[in-house]
């Protein structure tokens, strides 16, 4: 198995909703991420995992919340979002000590809040 | 420093022809350098990625050239096919550990038939 399964593949949630996106994979991979792409633009890192904990956080608003509840599964939990939170959301993952198989990326959760 | 410069914004090569992409980055420290391919409405796929100790990689019709002394870097896509219109991003990290990956801006590349 070398994907990384993201779902929902759309998401429309009003701004006071609370909602989930989530990301499995199942290639050992113990380096899990969440990136934003917003139309036109490269995907911009949001958080990173390694061995299910969090290492990096870019500054990213608390109304975004992440999970690592084991090596396979990330999931991003939403909370009174804003309208230019609109965006993709891409999960990736990768090996911890040797990336150079590269970043698995997901297809991504379109995510419209209205 | 953290940049990775991306060029052309888009490109329109006819079938057939060579497309060219450049990238340059600023930290010394990158030691990976990924090209990634994506198609609308789906996420960035690897497509070639080189490491700072050799100077070109090919794989089939695609080739990154690399250049540590300009630290640049760029892609090169010969017979260009209508199936590889796409967004293509340059993209730089470390190799050890979980790191984020730099993109740079996309290139739009459209292949004309």
């Known amino acids: 198995d070398t994907e990384v399964t993201q779902t929902p593949k759309h998401l429309v949630m009003g701004m006071t909703n609370k909602k989930s996106l989530k990301c499995e994979q199942h290639?050992?991979?113990?380096?899990m991420y969440w990136y934003k792409q917003k139309a036109k633009k490269p995907p911009e890192l949001m958080f990173v995992?390694?061995?299910?904990?969090?290492?990096i956080n870019e500054s990213v608003p608390s109304r975004f919340s992440p999970e690592c509840p084991n090596s396979s599964l990330l999931n991003l939990h939403l909370h009174a979002l804003q309208p230019e939170d609109s965006a993709l959301y891409l999960c990736?993952?990768?090996?911890?000590?040797?990336?150079?198989?590269?970043?698995?990326f997901g297809s991504g959760t379109r995510l419209t809040v209205v | 420093q953290q940049q990775v410069k991306q060029s052309p914004q888009s490109l329109i090569v006819q079938k057939g022809g060579i497309s060219i992409i450049n990238c340059a980055y600023e930290n010394t420290a990158f030691d990976y350098f990924p090209w990634y391919q994506q198609f609308p409405g789906k996420g960035p796929a690897l497509l070639i990625a080189i490491r700072p100790d050799v100077s070109e990689k090919k794989e089939g019709r695609f080739t990154i050239s690399f250049n540590k002394s300009a630290k640049q870097f760029s892609l090169h896509i010969m017979d260009s096919q209508p199936g590889d219109s796409a967004t293509y991003f340059c993209?730089?990290?470390?190799?050890?550990?979980?790191?984020?990956?730099?993109f740079g801006q996309g290139t739009r590349l459209t292949i004309n038939p």
């Open positions: 993209a730089a990290s470390k190799i050890q550990g979980a790191q984020k990956l730099v």
């Open positions: 290639m050992g991979h113990r380096a």
């Open positions: 990736a993952s990768s090996q911890v000590l040797r990336a150079q198989r590269g970043y698995t």
């Open positions: 995992y390694s061995y299910e904990k969090l290492s």
